[in-house]
Nanobody
Framework: VQLQASGGGLVQAGGSLRLSCAAS????????MAWFRQASGKEREFVTA????????VYSDSVMGRFIITRDTAKNTVYLQMNNLKPEDTAVYYC?????????????????WGQGTQVTVSS
């Protein structure tokens, strides 16, 4: 299983970015796909997740209303649309996946991780 994250970059506060996570290696039916982030000197934190089947997404309070997770089953890709970005959103963003019965906000629940993509938001 491979997860390839991309789309990070430098953006001004209030701007937008879209991250992509291309998944390969097996079918991701019955998987939960998630995004986490880790700011410098801080622990990895949950951002959002959804079931590959398209079940309702879960968002952290800090990104609710600004970030949207979607997936394209034909491309085996999960996206994270990030709007109204704030300096505190600066972090390395990771996509993660695993066969889970329900969405988990715990990083330890996921066995498969992408390599991370840096998002920097300037004020």
């Amino acid at each position: 299983v491979q997860l390839q994250a991309s789309g990070g970059g430098l953006v001004q506060a209030g701007g937008s970015l879209r991250l992509s996570c291309a998944a390969s290696g097996r079918t991701f039916v019955n998987n939960v796909m998630a995004w986490f982030r880790q700011a410098s000197g801080k622990e990895r934190e949950f951002v959002t997740a959804m079931g590959w089947s398209g079940s309702s997404a879960v968002y952290s309070d800090s990104v609710m209303g600004r970030f949207i997770i979607t997936r394209d089953t034909a491309k085996n890709t999960v996206y994270l649309q990030m709007n109204n970005l704030k300096p505190e959103d600066t972090a390395v963003y990771y996509c993660a996946a695993d066969r889970l019965a329900a969405i988990s906000t715990r990083a330890q629940s996921y066995d498969y991780w992408g390599q991370g993509t840096q998002v920097t938001v300037s004020s």
